[in-house]
């Protein structure tokens, strides 16, 4: 019996050890701050982009109405595509209610992604969705707000882009609600946006 409990001892000493250690790494002083970071308030944002339509824009323009952001570039082979096609079906899902939403692809690719190119690219998805793009200081500037990130990659024929695959989603005051993964199904993607519209009046998860 005394044995039994010895290690019982031992086993819960070694579970509280795991959990300590991981709240070190995770949440405590431990913790990378760079990896995970919570976005900042729109209102904290300082960058200036342009529309695909060549309207001057920054993160005031996203205030007012919730907000739907995401990091891509318009030669990606396939997150890109993949996920404008699925933010797409949300606003069709939403029917009227994607009015009230600021939908906005922000490029990471500045040589090559002009605001012609924004344009035609966003042309292939759904009418809300904007493209924004602009210089790299600008870009970074966006993505380090966002605590988003992006690494340009050579390749045989050029050169491709990784970058942050989740969908940002701020509420009407510009503050960060949550994220959408890739490719998370319809049927969490739009209750999350719901929720951050105020459908329900209860905060997204």
């Known amino acids: 019996m005394r044995r039994l409990t010895i290690l019982a001892a031992a086993v819960v000493g070694a579970v509280a050890f795991t959990l300590v250690l ?3 790494q995770v949440d405590g002083p431990g913790a990378d ?3 995970g970071a919570r976005p ?14 060549g309207n001057d824009v920054g ?8 907000s739907l952001v995401f990091f891509g570039f318009t030669y990606c082979p396939d997150v890109c595509p993949t ?13 009227a209610d994607a009015g009230r ?3 906005v692809f922000i490029t990471v690719d500045p040589e090559r992604d002009t605001v012609a190119a924004m344009a035609e690219y966003v042309g292939y998805f759904h009418e809300a969705i904007r493209g924004w793009a602009g210089p790299l200081l600008e870009i970074e500037r966006a993505v380090a707000g966002f605590r988003a990130s992006f690494e340009k990659v050579p390749t045989s024929d050029g050169y491709t882009i990784n970058h942050t695959a989740s969908v940002f989603l ?36």
């Open 22 to 24: 991981g709240w070190w």
């Open 33 to 35: 701050t760079a990896r």
């Open 40 to 53: 900042l308030a729109l209102s904290n944002m300082d960058f200036a982009l342009t529309d695909h339509e």
């Open 59 to 66: 993160p005031q323009s996203l205030l007012g109405q919730p």
């Open 83 to 95: 996920t404008l096609a699925d933010i797409s079906g949300w606003l069709d899902e939403l029917g």
């Open 101 to 103: 939403l600021n939908t």
């Open 170 to 205: 701020f509420d009407a005051e510009g503050r960060f609600v949550t994220t959408i993964d890739y490719h998370e199904p319809r049927e969490f993607a739009v209750p999350k946006i719901r929720r951050a519209m105020g459908a329900d009046g209860e905060g997204a998860t």
